[in-house]
């Protein structure tokens, strides 16, 4: 039974394109406090390794440091990283994402990872050896190559020319030379957060599967197809325990697969952020939980941010409700029920045009917040003596 001051531990992800996982927090919370001012709310963002993974670690009191970087298309820019200790936590979305495409121009064979090489690069010179990589929303498929070729690696021609790190120019490379890595790139622990489970080649792999989200035509998706299995190649030649077909090989258009070849370990991005974000603590100082994201469907099932954080809640004998844009008709409050998720508030049932609107979503999330507060109180126990 919860107590008069509930203990409210706030975990959302991202309203992807809308809210970050902060701001659906801090207006469900005001929303609360409103009719609950007694409530103890915690606010911890969650992310699956994607964008909205270095907010999760600026809320678990890491320092922002920003460093040298490249975007999406090779262009030279400064980005933040996250450090704590001889640690330095890295989202690639940030850097070389999809949402980095300032004209929104998608260009899938001559976008690259290079900038997120090079942030790596910048946080081995300032002496971190423990750093986590949070791939997700590539605007590339380039295999990781240009991560590589950021922390000192290079592609040769056959004539032994330099060739750019681009799905276009893996074409005409002969070899990957790793004898230039930066040395303290093998002595680095590296954890890449995958979001997917892909691996890098064959139809289920990066470009067949999410090529299309980065631009590629069927002419083009064969392409970046070739071009993986060429790279698969020329990695293999310098490092033959990488596994293409190694489970979140194709996360952030192959960059898992270069993560393998670094040594790195791959780890589901949900749990590593909700371990970051020191969620299993925050469970012993709770009475109830509040997740949530833009759209609650299949997806969600497969392993996404909210059901984590709902199994974790089940499993410390706790409510979670969810919080989201929209649902999928699909999936039933059994169904939910058996996941973990108590009860579920949608944005657009209070207010249609709410989940595309940051203003109206905002309003939303406070009177749904305000909602949840009323629910709870038929949970409360009231003041000694009266009704």
């Known amino acids: 039974m919860l107590r008069g001051s509930p203990r409210i531990v706030l975990a959302p992800d991202k309203f992807k394109g809308t809210l970050s996982a902060g701001e659906v927090a801090d207006c469900l919370s005001a929303g609360i406090r409103g009719v609950l001012p007694a409530a103890a709310t915690r606010v911890l963002p969650v992310a699956d390794g994607g964008d909205g993974t270095l907010e999760v670690a600026l ?182 325990e990488a596994d293409p077909q190694a489970a979140g090989a194709g996360a952030a258009g192959g960059t898992g697969f270069a993560g393998l070849a670094l040594g790195g370990q791959l780890r589901s991005g949900s749990d590593l952020c909700l371990d970051l974000s020191g969620f299993d603590e925050a469970l012993c100082q709770a009475d109830v939980v509040v997740t949530g994201e833009g759209r609650l469907d299949a997806q969600t099932l497969l392993g996404k941010a909210p059901l984590k954080v709902a199994a974790r809640a089940k499993a410390a004998g706790l409510p979670a409700i969810a919080v989201v844009g929209s649902r999928s008709t699909e999936l039933s409050d059994r169904v939910l029920a058996d996941h973990g998720f108590g009860r579920v508030y949608a944005l657009v049932d209070e207010a249609p045009g709410a989940g595309q609107d940051p203003a109206l979503s905002r309003r939303t999330l406070r009177t749904i917040g305000a909602r949840i507060a009323r629910d709870l109180c038929q949970f409360i126990p009231s003041p000694s003596g009266s009704e």
């Open 59 to 240: 809320a678990a009191e890491h320092t922002l440091v920003e460093v040298p970087a490249a975007g999406p298309r090779g262009e030279p820019t400064r980005v933040g990283i996250a450090t704590r200790g001889s640690a330095a936590v890295v989202e690639l979305a940030s850097i070389c994402g999809l949402q980095e495409l300032a004209d929104g121009q998608l260009l899938p064979e001559r976008c690259t990872t290079l900038g997120l090489g090079l942030a790596l690069r910048a946080a081995l010179e300032l002496g971190f050896r423990r750093l986590v990589v949070g791939l997700g929303g590539s605007a590339s498929t380039d295999g990781g190559a240009g991560m590589l070729v950021g922390l000192g690696a290079r592609l040769l021609d056959d004539g032994g020319r330099e060739v750019p790190p681009t799905p276009q120019h893996l074409a005409h490379t002969a070899r990957l030379d790793l004898s230039t890595l930066t040395p303290a790139a093998t002595q680095t622990d590296f954890t890449f957060a995958v979001d997917v489970d892909t691996p890098l080649l064959g139809p289920h792999g990066a470009a067949h599967v999410f090529g299309p989200q980065k631009g590629a035509d069927p002419e083009a998706v064969q392409r970046l197809e070739q071009a993986m299995a060429r790279w698969s190649r020329l990695v293999q030649d310098a490092i033959p």
